[in-house]
């Protein structure tokens, strides 16, 4: 009674002998939970009243576990084997999960010590293709309800970088020396690429969300060649993926299990029957992007041409902005039937723009698993049909007025506007 020391004992012959793991001069409060990795046996964890502690020498030394974690009474511990996650509760702070502690594992068996190596990617725990509901309940929940913090979706992958500490956290801008993170399928073919915008030195977590590389959409510009971010596309199939890392002149790669969510019945079957209109979908907005990048680069070329304007004599200027804003009120109204408005305030969408169409196809693909119903047929037949009508607009638009505005800008002796050529449909 009144002994808040911690005891934690160790045997290792059966009993004839005993080890004291844990003291006083380890934590300061009596101890409450206790669990030992039975895949790597240096790793341990403790609870306590006042917290979690850890140790990754066999109990050697312990350290107080503080990042996100309360300092609140450590009930219980208890291993999740297939996801390989570390369950936590405590007395009236709630349950806590440590997702994938292969990292922890890692650091045992290197005693401690940081890798020696630049990149050092640890195995994932398998990735789910899920079906996600809102839960019924409050929408915007606000101060009124509790929510816990869901981990977020597809495949978290776990990679130890080294990085520069004085410079801190690098944001990419050496794309040589950057990560890249390479997603490959059963048949080595390269399916994605994502390159994280920043990373730290340690351990670090990315997520891929289980989909190949999409197009990129009419409302994204195109980048310029020091943004090479590539954007996602439709979701991939169950069954087994390569996560290839480069870094600093440095390969690393793990498989990825990539599993069917058990509550839909055929759920790959499925998948591969909508991947003939998720195909037809993608070369849609690949379409309908080279349009809005066509109407892009004439706004770009008119911007240049009202600058060269600025020079002349008030006479000429006068004549030719007029003609200018002619050209570019027919290109701004062409760009608002294919993206929504940008200067409209608060939320606007129009559902005739060609996005829209476009976005509302997606969203049902989204929503639900399997071969694409009436519904996706008839949106499709209507956002093609939209495209092409767009085309021939542009191409209608720009052939009626473009050579003469050009004309007229070479006789003020500004040669910036290109000869007019059809967008082929």
């Known amino acids: 009674q009144n002994d808040w020391k911690p005891y934690l004992y160790q045997t290792d012959n059966w009993g004839k002998k005993w080890k004291r793991l844990i003291d006083e001069q380890d934590m300061d409060s009596y101890l409450l939970s206790f669990w030992q990795d039975a895949k790597e ?24 576990w503080t990042e996100g974690f309360p300092s609140a009474p450590t009930m219980d511990i208890a291993w999740q084997e297939e996801e390989d996650d570390l369950v936590i509760g405590t007395f009236g702070r709630a349950a806590w999960v440590f997702d994938q502690i292969a990292y922890l594992r890692f650091l045992a ?107 990129r959409w009419p409302q994204t510009p195109e980048p310029k060649k020091n943004q090479d971010m590539e954007p996602g596309g439709g979701p991939v199939s169950p069954g087994s993926y390569t ?11 793990v498989r990825v299990e990539v599993r069917a969510d058990p509550r ?107 071969a694409a119903r009436e519904t996706v047929l008839l949106l499709m037949q209507q956002a093609a049909q939209k495209t092409d009508t767009l085309y021939n607009t542009y191409n209608r638009t720009l052939k009626k007025i473009w050579p003469g505005y050009r004309r007229d800008l070479e006789e003020a002796d500004i040669k910036i506007l290109p000869v007019f050529k059809t967008l082929e449909n």
Do not use: C
Not at 41 to 54: D, H, N, Q, V
Not at 304 to 330: F, N, Y
């Open 41 to 64: 046996p240096r790793l341990m964890f403790a609870g306590s009243e006042t917290g979690l502690y850890y140790s990754l020498n066999s109990g050697k030394k312990w350290q107080k």
């Open 109 to 215: 068996r290197n005693k401690g010590r940081e890798p020696s190596a630049a990149l050092a990617v640890m195995p994932p725990s398998p990735a789910w293709i899920a079906a996600y509901a809102q839960p019924p309940s409050t929408r915007f929940i606000a101060e009124a309800e509790f929510e816990g913090q869901n981990r977020p979706r597809g495949a978290m992958l776990t990679a130890w970088l080294t990085v520069n500490k004085s410079k801190g956290s690098v944001t990419g801008k050496k794309k040589k020396n950057g990560l890249t993170i390479e997603i490959l399928d059963e048949n080595h073919n390269l399916i994605r690429t994502l390159k994280p915008k920043k990373i730290k030195h340690g351990f670090n977590r990315f997520y891929w969300n289980l989909d190949r590389r999409g197009p």
């Open 243 to 253: 996560a290839r890392f480069r870094y600093q002149g440095v390969t690393d790669s």
């Open 264 to 370: 839909i019945a055929d759920l790959g079957k499925k998948l591969a029957a909508s991947e003939d209109i998720r195909q037809k979908l993608d070369k849609l907005v690949e379409k309908s992007t080279r349009l809005a990048d066509a109407v892009r680069k004439r706004q770009g070329e008119l911007e240049l041409a009202e600058k060269a304007i600025e020079v002349l004599k008030p006479q000429q200027a006068d004549s030719l902005k007029k003609k200018t804003a002619a050209v570019r009120d027919s290109l701004k109204a062409l760009m608002h039937k294919i993206v929504n408005r940008s200067d409209k305030q608060g939320i606007y969408r129009d559902p005739e723009v060609l996005t829209a169409r476009l976005g509302k196809i997606s969203a049902y693909l989204r929503m639900s698993f399997g």
